[in-house]
């Protein structure tokens, strides 16, 4: 499913085990989402950014492949069960903020900021392996014990 615009769950979404892609250009902004499946960010035009104004989890892979005006999160959390990828890197501007990415599969995950900073990472996964690419910076690194 690909998505104009914002968008705002207001009611319930089940995405399966779907792909929902946001496009479109200009500002947009993802609130009260519930749970992705799998969540690509493909903004084209040159105004595009997208802000988020809640929590985020995605059950599987966040895959950031456009979005010229960058990505807030606004110190929203992510929570990742599959990896996350900002496989565009020079047309993506990550800013994660203070809020926490998290990842917390149960198999193998990568994380991929593209060269972004994180205030924290949080791994909840104890079953990895877990990659870390693309120069990862983080104030706060925890892994399980």
């Not at 929902?20 to 993802?30: E, K, M, Q």
């Not at 997208?50 to 492949?65: C, D, E, I, M, Y």
Request: charge should be neutral; include cysteine; hydrophobic fraction near 40%.
């Amino acid at each position: 499913m690909s998505v104009v615009g914002k968008w705002q769950g207001d009611g319930t979404f089940d995405s399966g085990t779907s792909t929902v892609t946001l496009v479109g250009s200009g500002a947009a902004t993802l609130a009260n989402s519930g749970d992705f499946y799998n969540l690509t960010v493909s903004r084209s035009n040159w105004d595009s950014s997208l802000q988020l104004n809640s929590a985020l989890v995605v059950r599987n892979n966040v895959t950031f492949t456009n979005c010229p005006l960058g990505f807030s999160a606004n110190s929203q959390a992510i929570t990742v069960g599959g990896s996350l990828v900002n496989s565009a890197q020079t047309h993506v501007s990550l800013n994660l903020g203070q809020g926490a990415v998290t990842l917390n599969g149960t198999g193998a995950q990568t994380l991929n900021l593209g060269g972004a900073d994180a205030w924290n990472v949080v791994v909840e996964n104890a079953t990895g392996p877990i990659t870390f690419t693309g120069n990862l910076t983080a104030r706060k690194l925890t892994l399980p014990a």
